[in-house]
């Protein structure tokens, strides 16, 4: 029998998450089904997935490769301990990851979220630093503008307001550096800036202020997604592995975003040629069907904590749901997929033909820049004065009811399609785009 969809539920037991909740409740948007690059709309509209989700989708919907995989899962063994036992299909899957990521990163522990996975890798940047009797490295260093999740680690090395303002003071000795925005010198911009690399020494800065022997880590995106697509200027995260190197600070990428194949390669590291001591990865993992994230640490980060009695639990720290069987089965499959279509790579055959297609929009009204790398792009409005982020808001109504989704923060209109995406794909989003911003008052 069919499943019976209900088009119009009673929507007021969900508090959505980052939703203005009235407002959306006065006029929902409501998701049915998706195949391909499509979701289609409880009243049967095709709508043009532009954002992959929320930057997860990256081998597109509906794959039946990943749901046969989950539900044979769910009949061999639907879930096993995490804590002293173990299901062959998480060694598994860790050696795959691993794999994909820079030589001497061969260990990977399993999470639920991006968010999980942040907070994870900075109590493993604490836990490696008294491993090797530096106890005192207990500072964590982020970014303005960066995202890290919504634990009480990420939301406090994070840094946008909205995010941190409503929870207190949040985890003390915490630090932020410079984001690295800059469009009075870098609007327009395709690919990496030609501005800002020196914004790295605010570290320096840090270091001397607090002393090199207090910080243990450092996390920043390549990019910068949910802030809008910020590009890292050209040469500053090789200042900042520089200057990490020099004290003995530990570099964490946030490749929540960037991992899985957004910048055309598997991680952004390996795009940029920067090699941090963990990568930090969710979303495009199980290509978001099933919540996973993992940390892959760099062997010597791993190999300080594997001391002492071996009976000894190395690390206190773990998830009910760490390596669940359903979603290493569901990644197992994304990555046999990714291989076979070539997809961690594929962002960078289609580069240019986005980036042009996203230039061609910039004497639209309103329009103050356009950035791109890889699949990932961004179009930033100028602010109503006297409602900053409404223009944004309108942008993504409008541009939904014509067929297009994606996501906005403020006045950025954020784009990172599926990476499946083709060359007529890109031009229905340029079309959509050129046609609400045109409009936009
Ligand atoms: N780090 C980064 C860099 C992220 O982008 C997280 C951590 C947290 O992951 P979880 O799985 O806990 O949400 C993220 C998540 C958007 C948007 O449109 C971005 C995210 C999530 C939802 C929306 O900007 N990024
Ligand atoms: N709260 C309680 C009362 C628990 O028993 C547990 C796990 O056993 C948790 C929170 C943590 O849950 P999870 O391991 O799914 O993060």
């Not at 969809?5 to 939703?19: E, G, K, Q, V, Y």
């Not at 598994?92 to 990977?108: E, I, Q, S």
């Not at 240019?352 to 961004?378: E, F, Q, T």
């Not at 994606?406 to 046609?435: G, K, M, N, Q, Y």
Request: glycine content about 10%; overall charge neutral.
């Amino acid at each position: 029998m069919a499943p019976v969809i209900r088009n119009d539920p009673d929507l007021s037991a969900h508090w959505m998450p980052f939703t203005a909740n009235r407002q959306f409740k006065a006029a929902p948007r409501l998701l049915s089904s998706a195949t391909g690059v499509f979701y289609r709309t409880v009243d049967g509209r095709d709508v043009l997935d532009g954002s992959a989700g929320l930057w997860c989708v990256n081998a597109g919907h509906g794959r039946s490769e990943i749901s046969d995989a989950v539900a044979r899962q769910l009949v061999e063994l639907d879930y096993a301990p995490s804590f002293q036992m173990g299901h062959p299909k998480a060694f598994d899957f860790a050696t795959r990851v691993a794999k994909l990521a820079p030589n001497g990163f061969n260990h990977v522990f399993f999470t639920n979220s991006g968010s999980e996975s942040v907070d994870t890798a900075l109590k493993i940047a604490l836990g490696y630093h008294r491993a090797r009797g530096e106890g005192q490295r207990t500072r964590l260093i982020g970014r303005e503008r960066g995202y890290h999740g919504v634990g009480f680690g990420g939301t406090s090395v994070g840094g946008m307001v909205n995010n941190r303002r409503a929870y207190g003071a949040l985890l003390p000795g915490v630090d932020h550096l410079p984001h690295t925005h800059n469009l009075a010198a870098n609007a327009f911009s395709r690919g990496q800036p030609a501005v800002g690399a020196e914004l790295a020494d605010a570290l320096s800065d840090l270091v001397a202020l607090h002393g090199a022997d207090t910080i243990a880590a450092v996390i920043v995106e390549p990019v910068a997604g949910s802030t809008g697509v910020l590009v890292p200027p050209l040469g500053y995260l090789q200042a900042l592995r520089t200057i990490c190197d020099k004290h003995g600070i530990l570099l964490i990428f946030d490749e929540v975003i960037t991992g899985f194949g957004r910048l055309g390669q598997p991680f952004a590291t390996q795009y940029f040629g920067v090699l941090p001591d963990m990568i930090v990865t969710a979303k495009g993992i199980t290509n978001g069907t099933v919540p996973m994230g993992a940390v892959i640490a760099r062997d010597a980060v791993h190999d300080a904590f594997m001391k002492g009695s071996e009976n000894i639990i190395e690390m206190f720290h773990g998830y009910t749901y760490s390596g669940h069987p359903v979603a290493c089965a569901a990644g197992i499959a994304t990555l046999d997929i990714y291989e076979r279509e070539k997809l961690l790579t594929r962002a960078s055959t289609l580069a240019d033909v986005w980036a042009d297609a996203l230039h061609s929009l910039r004497d639209l009204p309103h329009v103050i820049d356009i950035r791109n790398i890889g699949l990932m792009g961004a179009i930033e409005l100028a602010s109503r004065p006297d409602a900053p982020g409404s223009r944004g808001y309108q942008a993504m109504v409008e541009a939904f009811n014509q067929g297009l989704y994606f996501r906005t923060s403020a006045d950025v209109i954020a784009l990172s399609p599926p990476l499946t995406v083709t060359a007529e794909h890109i031009d229905r989003i340029v079309a959509v785009l050129r046609v609400v911003l045109a409009n936009l008052k």
